[in-house]
């Protein structure tokens, strides 16, 4: 009565986790999972405002070739106090002024060797890199999508097959209670199923957390709970020979692109480097102007003319700059070398990875198969007293083993399948023609690469563009 009671209670307790947990009727595919986790992805809004920031950079480095004008402004009150030793009642005598000045300076670059026009160059090559270090993420978050979507997926046939196996041991349960009542088992066949029931239940629990945990890593992902999941039919298309893979990804892999645009980028840094003593020539102007209130005098002075300067002695600071921007142009080469080991290594542990899994779940269907016709067998010979309850619910548990290995060697496979995908640098919203509208960083660049004024079209078209970021 005791273990009667107590088995009683722990199914209430599943039985209250399967009506708590969330049921969902709304039809998802992987396509959906992808699409929210694209829109929903903080990470990557976060570095696309950082490639904004990195567009700006090339505005700027433009505003430097061009004329710099300023404007000047003052307005000064001048009060002075006087005592005269020869006045008889000592009066003070006092006077005050106000002058205003205005003036306007100009400063175009003429000539440093090509310095400024170098810093454009470096800038365009570092957004050209953090592009390629964007996509990149957007790899991440859409693996890290299909991953759960595939988890989510497994979770859920791991419940209905615990399911199925809890309803299977209670009649298993129930026929061995009955053969108890006749005689033709013992108290010990009854309590052997009595105690594998109360282990299924606990599996059972156990898989609905396992459930509730992949739905909230879903989540966190795509940005809501999972639907109605449907299962993709086919796996993606990629390339089937290891060595070629290998060949494309290193060429088209992002993080192989940015590395490349890196190296370009600090190749022209040393550039500036080697000009750094090279002297700049500026073309002035001023225009100054100034008036005292109250007087009728009034001034005004235009000057123009060119200004040559440059370095003499700087302490070593400037070779020192020369040596670092090497160094650093050293350092980004020796990272492509690195970032191409890696980019290989993930290509082909991927595809070591996706080969395993498919010759699991191949095993999977003959390890099923076997364990159906042991199970179908010893269930017979149950019947007709060759067999012991025991024999029979250890191959009904070798049967549900081989039936989990399958769900799990399936969602394993379709993994390995995106794993493939992303060390192939193919994991994105374009390759997998998601359908949905992308972010173009082209769009954004296209309007701030001119440094355009704030007043102008195009800067109106920016303010534009920026509220309607920010909105979203």
């Given at each position: 009565?005791?273990?009667s009671?107590?088995?009683?209670?722990?199914?209430t307790?599943?039985?209250?986790v399967?009506?708590?947990?969330?049921?969902?009727v709304?039809?998802?595919t992987?396509?959906?999972a992808?699409?929210?986790?694209y829109?929903?992805?903080?990470?990557l809004e976060?570095?696309?405002?950082?490639?904004?920031?990195?567009?700006?950079?090339v505005?700027?480095s433009?505003?430097?070739?061009r004329?710099?004008?300023?404007?000047?402004?003052?307005?000064?009150?001048?009060?002075?106090?006087?005592?005269?030793?020869?006045?008889?009642t000592g009066?003070?005598?006092?006077s005050?002024?106000?002058?205003i000045s205005?003036g306007?300076?100009?400063?175009?670059?003429?000539?440093?060797?090509?310095?400024?026009?170098?810093?454009?160059?470096?800038?365009k090559?570092t957004?050209?890199s953090?592009r390629?270090?964007?996509i990149?993420?957007?790899?991440?978050v859409?693996?890290?999508a299909?991953?759960?979507f595939?988890n989510v997926?497994r979770?859920?046939e791991?419940?209905?097959?615990l399911r199925?196996n809890?309803r299977?041991?209670?009649?298993e349960l129930?026929?061995?209670?009955?053969?108890f009542?006749?005689?033709e088992?013992?108290?010990?066949?009854?309590?052997q199923?009595?105690?594998?029931?109360?282990?299924a239940r606990?599996d059972l629990?156990?898989?609905?957390g396992?459930l509730v945990?992949a739905?909230?890593?879903?989540?966190a992902?795509v940005?809501?709970k999972?639907?109605?999941?449907?299962?993709?039919r086919?796996?993606?298309k990629?390339?089937?020979?290891?060595?070629?893979?290998?060949?494309?990804?290193?060429?088209?892999h992002?993080d192989?692109?940015?590395?490349?645009h890196?190296i370009?980028?600090a190749?022209?840094?040393?550039?500036?480097a080697?000009?750094?003593?090279?002297p700049?020539?500026?073309?002035?102007?001023?225009?100054?102007?100034?008036?005292s209130?109250?007087?009728?005098s009034?001034?005004?002075?235009?000057?123009?003319?060119l200004?040559a300067?440059?370095?003499?002695y700087?302490?070593?600071?400037?070779?020192?700059q020369?040596?670092a921007?090497?160094?650093?142009?050293d350092s980004?080469?020796?990272?492509l070398?690195?970032?191409a080991?890696v980019?290989g290594q993930?290509v082909?542990?991927?595809?070591a990875?996706f080969r395993?899994?498919q010759?699991?779940l191949?095993?999977?269907?003959?390890q099923?198969q076997?364990?159906?016709?042991?199970?179908?067998?010893v269930r017979?010979?149950a019947?007709?007293?060759?067999?012991?309850t025991?024999d029979v619910?250890?191959?009904?548990q070798a049967?549900?083993?081989?039936?989990?290995?399958?769900i799990?060697?399936?969602?394993?496979?379709?993994?390995?399948?995106y794993?493939?995908?992303?060390?192939?640098?193919?994991?994105?919203?374009?390759?997998?023609d998601?359908g949905i509208?992308?972010?173009?960083?082209n769009a954004?660049?296209n309007?701030?690469?001119?440094s355009?004024?704030?007043?102008s079209?195009?800067?109106r078209?920016?303010?534009k563009?920026?509220?309607s970021?920010?909105?979203?």
């Amino acid at each position: 009565m005791l273990k009667s009671a107590i088995g009683s209670i722990r199914f209430t307790v599943v039985s209250a986790v399967l009506a708590v947990a969330p049921i969902s009727v709304t039809a998802e595919t992987l396509r959906d999972a992808l699409v929210g986790a694209y829109n929903h992805s903080g990470l990557l809004e976060q570095n696309r405002a950082l490639l904004r920031a990195a567009d700006e950079d090339v505005a700027q480095s433009v505003a430097a070739l061009r004329p710099i004008i300023n404007y000047t402004a003052s307005v000064t009150r001048s009060i002075q106090d006087s005592r005269s030793s020869f006045s008889p009642t000592g009066a003070v005598l006092g006077s005050a002024t106000t002058d205003i000045s205005a003036g306007i300076n100009l400063s175009i670059l003429v000539w440093n060797n090509g310095i400024s026009k170098l810093g454009v160059e470096a800038a365009k090559e570092t957004v050209l890199s953090a592009r390629q270090g964007l996509i990149s993420l957007e790899q991440q978050v859409l693996f890290q999508a299909a991953a759960a979507f595939f988890n989510v997926g497994r979770e859920e046939e791991n419940v209905n097959l615990l399911r199925s196996n809890l309803r299977l041991i209670r009649q298993e349960l129930r026929a061995a209670e009955d053969r108890f009542e006749v005689g033709e088992v013992t108290r010990t066949d009854v309590a052997q199923a009595q105690a594998r029931l109360a282990e299924a239940r606990g599996d059972l629990a156990a898989a609905m957390g396992g459930l509730v945990s992949a739905q909230e890593a879903y989540a966190a992902v795509v940005g809501r709970k999972p639907g109605n999941l449907t299962q993709p039919r086919r796996l993606p298309k990629f390339e089937s020979n290891v060595a070629q893979a290998k060949k494309v990804a290193l060429r088209r892999h992002p993080d192989i692109l940015q590395a490349q645009h890196a190296i370009s980028a600090a190749d022209i840094v040393v550039q500036q480097a080697k000009r750094n003593t090279s002297p700049t020539v500026n073309l002035t102007g001023n225009v100054n102007s100034s008036n005292s209130v109250g007087d009728s005098s009034f001034s005004e002075t235009t000057t123009f003319g060119l200004q040559a300067s440059g370095p003499i002695y700087q302490g070593g600071a400037l070779a020192s700059q020369t040596r670092a921007a090497i160094a650093n142009r050293d350092s980004q080469r020796g990272n492509l070398r690195a970032v191409a080991d890696v980019v290989g290594q993930n290509v082909g542990n991927a595809y070591a990875q996706f080969r395993v899994s498919q010759a699991q779940l191949e095993e999977t269907a003959i390890q099923i198969q076997a364990a159906q016709i042991a199970y179908d067998g010893v269930r017979e010979e149950a019947t007709l007293g060759a067999r012991t309850t025991l024999d029979v619910l250890d191959a009904e548990q070798a049967l549900l083993n081989a039936q989990a290995s399958r769900i799990s060697a399936q969602a394993d496979r379709s993994i390995a399948a995106y794993q493939v995908l992303t060390s192939l640098g193919l994991m994105t919203a374009t390759n997998l023609d998601l359908g949905i509208q992308q972010y173009d960083p082209n769009a954004y660049y296209n309007l701030v690469k001119d440094s355009p004024r704030a007043k102008s079209d195009r800067g109106r078209k920016l303010d534009k563009v920026l509220r309607s970021l920010q909105r979203n």
